[in-house]
């Protein structure tokens, strides 16, 4: 197997490389502007001449023509200068209107016929690999895989198995171990920045045989009972108040409070990994009360339930079903739903705008509202005994529980009943069927069945003779005959045994349950088909192929130990969550004895087992996570599905998988289909794309613009809302620089901020393009999304209520569209404070599209003498006196003070440590700026200049390459084309998709 792996990687290498080149020719060609010279002379050479060349820039001999890239550049950034106001200086001699109006119309004329006459290749997307985000999304819309770590929007991470802060590499994401993707211009799917190396390939050929295991069912037909729950469905850690009012009235199940509520029997997970119907019927009461003041519920709005998925054994992962409103005047709703659920995930249900449970305490209820009821609670100066103390203080909170829930008068949710049904159409499901055909898997069908997958995977027509070596491969597989997994062990066999253990026992004493092969040579726990109460024994033979010291890792939840030739090499005995230890040993080249124990107390539980040697690190002994079930097909057919899944494996680790093909100049229609779907799905495209393309309609812009609405109204444009936005944003700089951890931000991590700001943001921009709003709320809006946490944190607002994101009036002109949303404002500082720096450079180059030059080397970042300095204005003040770095940081730090009453992670402030803060400055053009929001409105009053930034980055985003000079013409034609129409953010990503931008390699 090793062989066979190290074959394929090499041919995948040696094609890749035939595969990525790129090539640049082509000249440009302008008019002279020996007319603009005087004007130049007069007002520029003074400080861009043969002795002064501020920024850089000399004009006195610049060129008359527009042949090279350079020169042309030269005359756009006087254009720039003179129609931003910024340029000459306000202390140097000024043009008059009239000079500067007819300058800009002689230059702007043949700059825009010169870019449109460009034919140069240097506007060329390079060759560009799927990056790790669209690698991910298009294994799973390939292989159907309904595994929730890849649903849509999700990216690929390590997770926190326990909360304890230590991340692991145990997440079922086939792509976790991907390191982050090479950016530009803050991109991750810039064609030139995505190298491909061995590395890589290496980790592609293990994601590519994962994600085919998560694909691939070779268990039998589980057997799923339908749950019907009636009346109380959690009765285990519950708080009086719902616990007492289920043996009052056992029918219902009464929620008065925010609640997460679970059968308890659905805790530890559904078990079974299938597609489900939930049904819940729910009622809703007293939505108008007199216990408002305790119970600070909005009267005006409906009771808002949400039926969720939450992942057993983490704190905060879920995935949000759907949200039904009651009205509150008892009426019964039915609310149905049909979802994948994984055999680790399960089902809540959730009260969100209800009142919180420190609200809804039984004693201040009956003391406000029930006089009747209430009793003082004991004196612990009266009884001073503790152990009295505690008896009589419980008794009370009974009385005043019982008391409150048979005169309640508040508000509350009940559900009814709650059913949860397998719906198994079609065993196995459709990811196995699609790979592997038939349930008689043949010969004959291979050649079909790659055919078949390669198609899908090359997104593109393939002819049979493009599939042949992959048919080879897995023929030549299938006549070597079985062989066992890498790594794998020889005649495993399994031992189960009941039993309810605190550390593994002498099995050797006790009597199995059950015992068997394993053909598939991988430790097992599944074997046992149990989820508690257990212990396995595996016994086998392991191959050592030259005597060597190797180490052995073990990651179990609970107990577990590793002998080899009866020598303990690792003992993780105990009652323990997940976790991991390691041993080394040295091993005799031969076959070498193994044996793996194991217990599960209780729930949940797994068992993992790598080892490294010469030549190879963490080869897996035991099926990993991402494997569906045990193995009970025969041996014949496991074979032919081991085949063939070397051939799928070859097809995801070939180029043709891996890279964007775009041969010729002009794109093809399917070349179309896939850059329409790597933008706004940032995956494979789909069969109404695909027929498309086959019937050659995607040239048609009326199509393409078609084709726009109907993907935004799918789903998958999550990807495009969440991807676009936070690398557009930069708000993946969060993580780079987070806020202290126990400073004067700790609420940021106490409520676990980070992803509910990059939420609030991705649901205002989504919100924004599926409405088809104007661009110029990104800017300044009257409202924006909050949930409770967000409302408390970061607004100061307590009228909030719940976990969910929804639109709310800010009454605030602060706080509207994105620029002064917490995420930004987190992203641009640095953890600790702000920087008008950072600030005014995010907003030149992610806003406006204009980022300043870098700054000279030998520049330092600040004046090494601030000894006069007391604030950070005048350390940038006396900065900004040389004269170096005075013609950026007059641009860049005025749009910078402005937002200085954000801290650093968003909040509003008026004062920092030392003093007031002064946010009022002048702008490079002179226009006066008090406040952000005097910023917001000139901002918008210069709409065009910010659609103009934002059309530069949907431009480079859906093309694969950053924009260049020669690009300028096709922007402004996007600029106007969209201005005639209003400028809404849908209506731009339609003038995107029609663009020679995006219809050019």
Same mark, same amino acid.
């Given at each position: 197997?090793?062989?066979?792996?190290?074959?394929?990687?090499?041919?995948?290498?040696?094609?890749?490389?035939?595969?990525?080149?790129?090539?640049?020719?082509?000249?440009?060609?302008?008019?002279?502007?020996?007319?603009?010279?005087?004007?130049?002379?007069?007002?520029?050479?003074?400080?861009?001449?043969?002795?002064?060349?501020?920024?850089?820039?000399?004009?006195?001999?610049?060129?008359?023509?527009?042949?090279?890239?350079?020169?042309?550049?030269?005359?756009?950034?006087?254009?720039?200068?003179?129609?931003?106001?910024?340029?000459?200086?306000?202390?140097?001699?000024?043009?008059?209107?009239?000079?500067?109006?007819?300058?800009?119309?002689?230059?702007?004329?043949?700059?825009?016929?010169?870019?449109?006459?460009?034919?140069?290749?240097?506007?060329?997307?390079?060759?560009?690999?799927?990056?790790?985000?669209? =690698?991910?999304?298009?294994?799973?819309?390939?292989?159907?895989?309904?595994?929730?770590?890849?649903?849509?929007?999700?990216?690929?991470?390590?997770?926190?198995?326990?909360?304890?802060?230590?991340?692991?590499?145990?997440?079922?994401?086939?792509?976790?171990?991907?390191?982050?993707?090479?950016?530009?211009?803050?991109?991750?799917?810039?064609?030139?920045?995505?190298?491909?190396?061995?590395?890589?390939?290496?980790?592609?050929?293990?994601?590519?045989?994962?994600?085919?295991?998560?694909?691939?069912?070779?268990?039998?037909?589980?057997?799923?009972?339908?749950?019907?729950?009636?009346?109380?469905?959690?009765?285990?850690?519950?708080?009086?108040?719902?616990?007492?009012?289920?043996?009052?009235?056992?029918?219902?199940?009464?929620?008065?409070?925010?609640?997460?509520?679970?059968?308890?029997?659905?805790?530890?997970?559904?078990?079974?990994?299938?597609?489900?119907?939930?049904?819940? %019927?729910?009622?809703?009461?007293?939505?108008?009360?007199?216990?408002?003041?305790?119970?600070?519920?909005?009267?005006?709005?409906?009771?808002?339930?949400?039926?969720? =998925?939450?992942?057993?054994?983490?704190?905060?992962?879920?995935?949000?079903?759907?949200?039904?409103?009651?009205?509150?005047?008892?009426?019964?709703?039915?609310?149905?739903?049909?979802?994948?659920?994984?055999?680790?995930?399960?089902?809540?249900?959730?009260?969100?705008?209800?009142?919180?449970?420190?609200?809804?305490?039984?004693?201040?209820?009956?003391?406000?509202?029930?006089?009747?009821?209430?009793?003082?609670?004991?004196?612990?100066?009266?009884?001073?005994?503790?152990?009295?103390?505690?008896?009589?203080?419980?008794?009370?909170?009974?009385?005043?529980?019982?008391?409150?829930?048979?005169?309640?008068?508040?508000?509350?949710?009940?559900?009814?009943?709650?059913?949860?049904?397998?719906?198994?159409?079609?065993?196995?499901?459709?990811?196995?069927?699609?790979?592997?055909?038939?349930?008689?898997?043949?010969?004959?069908?291979?050649?079909?069945?790659?055919?078949?997958?390669?198609?899908?995977?090359?997104?593109?027509?393939?002819?049979?003779?493009?599939?042949?070596?992959?048919?080879?491969?897995?023929?030549?597989?299938?006549?070597?005959?079985?062989?066992?997994?890498?790594?794998?062990?020889?005649?495993?066999?399994?031992?189960?045994?009941?039993?309810?253990?605190?550390?593994?026992?002498?099995?050797?004493?006790?009597? /199995?349950?059950?015992?068997?092969?394993?053909?598939?040579?991988?430790?097992?726990?599944?074997?046992?088909?149990?989820?508690?109460?257990?212990?396995?024994?595996?016994?086998?033979?392991?191959?050592?192929?030259?005597?060597?010291?190797?180490?052995?890792?073990?990651?179990?939840?609970?107990?577990?130990?590793?002998?080899?030739?009866?020598?303990?090499?690792?003992?993780?005995?105990?009652?323990?969550?997940?976790?991991?230890?390691?041993?080394?040993?040295?091993?005799?080249?031969?076959?070498?004895?193994?044996?793996?124990?194991?217990?599960?107390?209780?729930?949940?539980?797994?068992?993992?087992?790598?080892?490294?040697?010469?030549?190879?690190?963490?080869?897996?002994?035991?099926?990993?996570? %991402?494997?569906?079930?045990?193995?009970?097909?025969?041996?014949?057919?496991?074979?032919?599905?081991?085949?063939?899944?070397?051939?799928?494996?070859?097809?995801?680790?070939?180029?043709?998988? =891996?890279?964007?093909?775009?041969?010729?100049?002009?794109?093809?229609?399917?070349?179309?289909?896939?850059?329409?779907?790597?933008?706004?799905?940032?995956?494979?495209?789909?069969?109404?794309?695909?027929?498309?393309?086959?019937?050659?309609?995607?040239?048609?812009?009326?199509?393409?613009?078609?084709?726009?609405?109907?993907?935004?109204?799918?789903?998958?444009?999550?990807?495009?809302?969440?991807?676009?936005?936070?690398?557009?944003?930069?708000?993946?700089?969060?993580?780079?620089?987070?806020?202290?951890?126990?400073?004067?931000?700790?609420?940021?991590?106490?409520?676990?901020?980070?992803?509910?700001?990059?939420?609030?943001?991705?649901?205002?921009?989504?919100?924004?393009?599926?409405?088809?709003?104007?661009?110029?709320?990104?800017?300044?809006?009257?409202?924006?999304?909050?949930?409770?946490?967000?409302?408390?944190?970061?607004?100061?607002?307590?009228?909030?209520?719940?976990?969910?994101?929804?639109?709310?009036?800010?009454?605030? /002109?602060?706080?509207?569209?994105?620029?002064?949303?917490?995420?930004?404002?987190?992203?641009?500082?640095?953890?600790?404070?702000?920087?008008?720096?950072?600030?005014?450079?995010?907003? =030149?180059?992610?806003?406006?599209?204009?980022?300043?030059?870098?700054? /000279?080397?030998?520049?330092?970042?600040?004046?090494?003498?601030?000894?006069?300095?007391?604030?950070?204005?005048?350390?940038?003040?006396?900065?900004?006196?040389?004269?170096?770095?005075?013609?950026?940081?007059?641009?860049?730090?005025?749009?910078?003070?402005?937002?200085?009453?954000?801290?650093?992670?968003?909040?509003?402030?008026?004062?920092?440590?030392?003093?007031?803060?002064?946010?009022?400055?002048?702008?490079?053009?002179?226009?006066?700026?008090?406040?952000?929001?005097?910023?917001?409105?000139?901002?918008?009053?210069?709409?065009?200049?910010?659609?103009?930034?934002?059309?530069?980055?949907?431009?480079?985003?859906?093309?694969?390459?950053?924009?260049?000079?020669?690009?300028?013409?096709?922007?402004?034609?996007?600029?106007?084309?969209?201005?005639?129409?209003?400028?809404?953010?849908?209506?731009?990503?339609? %003038?995107?998709?029609?663009?020679?931008?995006?219809?050019?390699?």
């Amino acid at each position: 197997m090793n062989l066979i792996r190290q074959q394929l990687l090499c041919v995948c290498l040696l094609t890749i490389v035939m595969t990525v080149t790129s090539s640049i020719s082509g000249a440009v060609k302008g008019e002279p502007f020996d007319s603009v010279k005087p004007f130049l002379k007069k007002y520029c050479i003074e400080c861009h001449g043969a002795e002064v060349q501020e920024n850089s820039k000399r004009f006195d001999n610049l060129k008359s023509d527009l042949d090279d890239l350079e020169t042309l550049q030269l005359w756009q950034g006087v254009v720039d200068q003179l129609n931003l106001g910024e340029m000459p200086p306000k202390d140097s001699l000024q043009p008059s209107d009239q000079e500067i109006a007819d300058v800009v119309k002689h230059l702007t004329v043949p700059l825009q016929d010169a870019y449109a006459s460009l034919k140069s290749t240097n506007g060329q997307t390079v060759t560009r690999r799927l990056n790790r985000f669209e =690698l991910r999304n298009t294994v799973r819309d390939l292989l159907y895989i309904n595994d929730p770590e890849l649903r849509i929007g999700n990216k690929p991470r390590l997770i926190d198995n326990n909360g304890n802060g230590r991340v692991e590499n145990t997440s079922t994401d086939p792509f976790r171990a991907f390191p982050g993707d090479e950016t530009e211009e803050g991109f991750d799917n810039i064609g030139n920045r995505l190298v491909m190396s061995d590395f890589l390939l290496r980790l592609m050929f293990d994601a590519a045989e994962e994600s085919l295991a998560l694909a691939t069912y070779t268990g039998k037909r589980p057997e799923i009972p339908v749950r019907d729950y009636k009346g109380v469905l959690l009765r285990t850690h519950r708080k009086d108040l719902p616990r007492l009012a289920g043996e009052i009235d056992p029918n219902v199940d009464t929620l008065f409070f925010r609640e997460m509520v679970t059968p308890d029997e659905l805790r530890g997970g559904m078990k079974s990994s299938a597609k489900y119907r939930l049904t819940v %019927q729910l009622s809703a009461h007293n939505q108008q009360h007199d216990w408002g003041e305790i119970l600070p519920t909005d009267q005006t709005q409906p009771m808002l339930v949400h039926l969720r =998925l939450f992942k057993r054994g983490t704190r905060n992962d879920n995935i949000s079903l759907e949200r039904v409103s009651l009205p509150g005047n008892g009426q019964m709703k039915t609310l149905s739903i049909e979802t994948w659920i994984d055999k680790d995930w399960l089902p809540q249900i959730i009260w969100e705008n209800g009142p919180t449970d420190r609200e809804a305490r039984a004693d201040l209820l009956a003391r406000t509202y029930l006089p009747d009821v209430y009793r003082d609670p004991p004196d612990r100066k009266v009884i001073t005994d503790k152990q009295e103390f505690d008896k009589v203080q419980k008794a009370w909170l009974l009385a005043m529980h019982e008391g409150v829930v048979r005169n309640y008068r508040g508000p509350t949710v009940q559900i009814h009943s709650f059913k949860i049904e397998p719906v198994l159409d079609q065993w196995p499901p459709k990811s196995h069927r699609e790979l592997y055909g038939a349930e008689e898997f043949g010969n004959a069908e291979i050649e079909e069945l790659l055919l078949r997958f390669a198609e899908r995977a090359f997104r593109r027509p393939v002819t049979k003779e493009e599939v042949q070596p992959y048919v080879d491969l897995v023929m030549a597989k299938l006549q070597t005959g079985p062989e066992l997994p890498e790594g794998g062990l020889q005649d495993l066999e399994f031992r189960v045994y009941d039993g309810k253990w605190t550390k593994l026992p002498q099995f050797d004493e006790l009597k /199995p349950v059950k015992s068997g092969p394993l053909v598939e040579g991988l430790v097992d726990i599944r074997v046992a088909e149990k989820n508690e109460h257990y212990g396995v024994v595996f016994e086998g033979l392991l191959e050592v192929k030259q005597s060597a010291q190797y180490e052995f890792k073990l990651a179990s939840d609970d107990g577990a130990r590793i002998l080899v030739d009866g020598q303990r090499v690792i003992d993780h005995d105990g009652l323990h969550g997940a976790s991991t230890k390691t041993g080394k040993t040295t091993l005799a080249k031969g076959l070498r004895k193994i044996r793996v124990e194991y217990f599960a107390y209780g729930q949940p539980n797994s068992l993992q087992v790598f080892w490294s040697g010469p030549g190879f690190v963490d080869t897996p002994l035991a099926v990993g996570m %991402q494997s569906n079930a045990p193995v009970v097909v025969d041996e014949d057919t496991l074979a032919g599905i081991k085949a063939i899944q070397m051939g799928y494996t070859a097809i995801l680790c070939s180029p043709d998988f =891996l890279y964007l093909k775009e041969q010729k100049e002009q794109l093809t229609d399917y070349e179309i289909a896939n850059r329409l779907s790597y933008f706004l799905w940032s995956s494979m495209p789909d069969e109404a794309l695909l027929e498309l393309a086959r019937t050659k309609k995607l040239h048609n812009h009326r199509v393409l613009q078609t084709q726009v609405d109907r993907m935004l109204a799918d789903p998958r444009s999550k990807a495009f809302v969440h991807h676009f936005t936070e690398r557009w944003l930069r708000l993946d700089k969060i993580s780079e620089s987070p806020p202290e951890l126990n400073g004067p931000f700790r609420v940021y991590w106490d409520r676990r901020m980070e992803p509910q700001v990059i939420a609030q943001t991705n649901e205002y921009f989504g919100d924004l393009l599926y409405q088809n709003g104007p661009i110029r709320l990104l800017v300044e809006s009257d409202y924006t999304f909050m949930n409770e946490q967000i409302a408390s944190v970061f607004y100061n607002r307590s009228d909030v209520k719940g976990d969910y994101l929804r639109r709310v009036a800010t009454n605030d /002109p602060r706080r509207g569209g994105v620029l002064t949303m917490p995420s930004v404002m987190t992203s641009t500082a640095n953890g600790v404070d702000t920087s008008p720096v950072v600030r005014g450079v995010w907003v =030149l180059e992610n806003i406006l599209g204009t980022p300043p030059a870098a700054p /000279p080397p030998d520049v330092e970042p600040l004046s090494p003498d601030l000894s006069e300095a007391k604030t950070i204005r005048e350390q940038l003040e006396i900065h900004r006196e040389q004269t170096t770095c005075n013609s950026c940081h007059r641009k860049i730090d005025p749009l910078g003070f402005a937002f200085e009453n954000f801290d650093p992670i968003g909040r509003w402030r008026d004062r920092y440590r030392t003093g007031e803060i002064d946010p009022s400055t002048t702008l490079a053009n002179g226009t006066e700026v008090n406040d952000i929001v005097a910023l917001k409105t000139i901002l918008v009053e210069n709409e065009s200049q910010v659609v103009r930034g934002l059309t530069r980055k949907l431009l480079a985003y859906s093309s694969g390459r950053v924009l260049e000079p020669l690009d300028r013409g096709e922007v402004e034609k996007i600029v106007t084309a969209l201005e005639k129409s209003g400028n809404h953010l849908k209506d731009l990503i339609k %003038q995107i998709v029609i663009s020679e931008v995006f219809l050019s390699k």
